[in-house]
T-cell receptor
Framework: AQKVTQAQTEISVVEKEDVTLDCVYETRDTTYYLFWYKQPPSGELVFLIRRNSFDEQNEISGRYSWNFQKSTSSFNFTITASQVVDSAVYFCALSEGGATNKLIFGTGTLLAVQP | DTGVSQDPRHKITKRGQNVTFRCDPISEHNRLYWYRQTLGQGPEFLTYFQNEAQLEKSRLLSDRFSAERPKGSFSTLEIQRTEQGDSAMYLC??????????????FGPGTRLLVL
């Protein structure tokens, strides 16, 4: 069965600190896709990144970086030099593709960045 | 491009009443999804449309729930005889197929339902 685990319920950091959000997934498929979404207090889920299971190359986008390791079934997300505007709930999600492409979400990590 | 929109943003109703939510996807997106998110949880898949065809429904979608997408554009989600357990955020997402790749779902702002 597919499952996404985000063990960190809440993280609090001070502005400019680096922070890593963990994501561990379970799937029996060899082809799958992983996503990160940000949900600010307004409630709208904002897409951050998509990776497929064949591409383990790490990605950097500005202050954001992602580390995908198939050996440990993890897809971790690091924010460098955090800012107050980064405060939000972050969700990791898995899709096995196929006909539906529905997303299986983790329970989310609430990140609070203090000034 | 205006993004996914949902209406209303908030709805308070009494137990036993019917409610209907609307979702307008990004134009030219032929796939539309409904999810439900309860407090402290991640969104859970409810149902999926490709154009006007409803292709999958979750077991979460009881007989009191019905979704439509009559012309393959906007969609409605109706809950009949609401129960307090229906209180949640209802999220809509849309996507367009990308040849050879998994498409990305873009979400609307959600409709927050409170059943008293």
């Amino acid at each position: 069965a597919q499952k996404v685990t985000q063990a960190q319920t809440e993280i609090s950091v001070v502005e400019k600190e680096d922070v890593t959000l963990d994501c561990v997934y379970e799937t029996r498929d060899t082809t799958y896709y992983l996503f990160w979404y940000k949900q600010p207090p307004s409630g709208e889920l904002v897409f951050l990144i998509r990776r497929n299971s064949f591409d383990e190359q790490n990605e950097i986008s500005g202050r954001y970086s992602w580390n995908f390791q198939k050996s440990t079934s993890s897809f971790n997300f690091t924010i460098t030099a955090s800012q107050v505007v980064d405060s939000a709930v972050y969700f990791c999600a898995l899709s096995e593709g196929g006909a539906t492409n529905k997303l299986i979400f983790g329970t989310g990590t609430l990140l609070a960045v203090q000034p | 491009d205006t993004g996914v929109s949902q209406d209303p943003r908030h709805k308070i109703t009494k137990r036993g009443q019917n409610v209907t939510f609307r979702c307008d996807p990004i134009s030219e997106h032929n796939r539309l999804y409904w999810y439900r998110q309860t407090l402290g949880q991640g969104p859970e898949f409810l149902t999926y449309f490709q154009n006007e065809a409803q292709l999958e429904k979750s077991r979460l979608l009881s007989d009191r729930f019905s979704a439509e997408r009559p012309k393959g554009s906007f969609s409605t989600l109706e809950i009949q005889r609401t129960e307090q357990g229906d209180s949640a955020m209802y999220l809509c997402a849309s996507s367009a197929p990308t040849p050879g790749e998994q498409e990305t779902q873009y979400f609307g702002p959600g409709t927050r339902l409170l059943v008293l």
